[in-house]
């Protein structure tokens, strides 16, 4: 398995071992994208705990995720539809006797790639760290996402801890776009996105200071229904290393698995992926497509 520390050959030739063909999709030579991350949601795994989670690392990623942190847990989330004035389903259980185990990261030495577990949650992260790693693309991530998702199924049901059932699936672009190319300011976010007009009914109203958007898109199977939501987020920041304004520009898929197996899940991320770069190739302005060097 190649990761983001290995050669360019290797990385070519993960892309290569994916047998994927890139589709008939927007794409550019430089995306702002800094992160990305595929997520498997399943029902609650009883017999995971932290002794499992140490041994899932030990046995199955320690050589190329040597480092590890605890974090607090996602909750589940669910696409919920047909119920009037719920947007997002989130469910939690309150423990009483017993604090929630932990959400372990496993992460490789430049800490460009790591794996995220819970027990009832598998996410693969690629994201920038510095200005040194290119964003691999999508292939290359899905590729190893896959790989380790089998490797941790496989553990699954060696140590018998439940049935891997998989209900939701999840794909996250994070896009910081910095400003100094096509716009300056936070209130200029009309220069960035194509949503956004700075148009008044009377001149009492200027440009404002920032801008935050919260968009959100249902995504239909060919016979209409309802399998999952495209959640669309724009926030203004800055930037750490010159205090820059920026504009993170977040988008996800997230959905129900065409089926209950490792190919279903794939099949939403691709489905998930596409969606995505269409949509911020429709969200964004032409002008900033020239920005990155949009292609087609």
Known sequence: MAYATDSASD???TWQAAKMTRPNIPNFTNP????VALS???????????PQIGLLWQQRFR??????????????????????????????VEMLQAPPLPRCWFLNESRTELIQVQTNRFIHNWREVGSENEYPRY????????QELNEFRTFVEQERLGKWSPTQCE???????????????????????TVFKS??????????????????YTLKNPSGAPFGRLHVSATPGYRRSDGLPLLELTLTARGTPSSSDIEGVLAFLDLGRETIVQAFASITTPEMHRIWGRTQ
């Open 171 to 193: 794909i996250t672009y994070v896009n910081p776009i910095v400003s100094g190319l096509g716009w300056q300011n936070h209130g200029e976010i009309g220069n960035v996105l």
């Open 63 to 92: 050589e190329h995720f040597p480092l590890t942190e605890q974090h607090v847990p996602l909750p589940p989330q669910f696409e919920i539809f047909g119920v009037t004035g719920v947007e997002e389903v989130t469910i939690g």
């Open 32 to 35: 702002p994208v800094a992160e």
């Open 11 to 13: 990385t070519a030739a």
């Open 199 to 216: 148009e008044y009914s009377d001149g009492f109203l200027s440009n404002p200071e920032d801008i935050r958007l919260q968009i959100r």
């Open 139 to 146: 292939e290359p991530v899905r590729a190893r996402f896959e």
């Open 40 to 50: 498997v949601q399943f029902e609650e795994l009883t017999g995971f705990g932290p």
